[in-house]
T-cell receptor, first 113, second 113 residues
């Protein structure tokens, strides 16, 4: 079964620190890699996404780094804030012939004030 | 209303009850999804609809019965559930054009007693 492996399962970071969440995928046909952010009591919301033809994408404090040869991608949250405390999911999608996403298992991030 | 809405937000039901979850999307999308989100488990894709036609059923027990009368509305009919069915049920929608970005509703927190 297609999988997207995500680590760590949980992460505690001091305010102002860098949070790093990693994902690895198996199917090379994936062509789109979004990250979702979910706050308690809410549904996941699209945060940032990347295509494999670029190695990095930055939006504000959030950066995706992409390593196509290793089939890995990661989310970096710079200057982490308590308001960033949430669960983060990576996903892989865009494969030819399917519009489904394969989601990672999620990382619960807590940023200490 | 904008985005994806779900009702009710919370539901407590006995094992012999029959209830329905409702999802409505106001984004003009043509694909709709039901996911189950349990504690410490990845998002589980349950059903996928494409233009009202069910295209995927991921071995979901028959006590869950989806209905998609049109591209904007999705229901999940529940009957004779088990306590292990207690979870957050998320609805999502997406366009059928790349990159098929999924937009989630806030979810229905279901408790089966």
């Amino acid at each position: 079964q297609q999988q997207v492996k995500q680590s760590p399962q949980s992460l505690i970071v001091q305010k102002g620190g860098i949070s790093i969440i990693n994902c690895a995928y198996e199917i090379t046909a994936f062509d789109y890699f979004p990250w979702y952010q979910q706050f308690p009591g809410k549904g996941p919301a699209l945060l940032i996404a990347i295509r494999p033809d670029v190695s990095e994408k930055k939006e504000g404090r959030f950066t995706i780094s992409f390593n196509k040869s290793a089939k890995q991608f990661s989310l970096h949250i710079m200057d982490s804030q308590p308001g960033d405390s949430a669960t983060y999911f990576c996903a892989a999608g865009g494969a030819s012939g399917t519009y489904k996403y394969i989601f990672g298992t999620g990382t619960r991030l807590k940023v200490l004030a | 209303e904008t985005g994806v809405t779900q009702t009710p937000r919370h539901l407590v039901m006995g094992m012999t009850n029959k209830k329905s979850l409702k999802c409505e999307q106001h984004l003009g999308h043509n694909a709709m999804y039901w996911y189950k989100q349990s504690a410490k488990k990845p998002l589980e894709l349950m059903f996928v609809y494409n233009f009202k036609e069910q295209t995927e059923n991921n071995s979901v027990p028959s006590r869950f019965s989806p209905e998609c009368p049109n591209s904007s509305h999705l229901f999940l009919h529940l009957h004779t559930l088990q306590p292990e069915d207690s979870a957050l049920y998320l609805c999502a929608s997406s366009p059928l054009t790349f990159p098929y970005e999924q937009y989630f509703g806030p979810g229905t927190r279901l408790t089966v007693t």
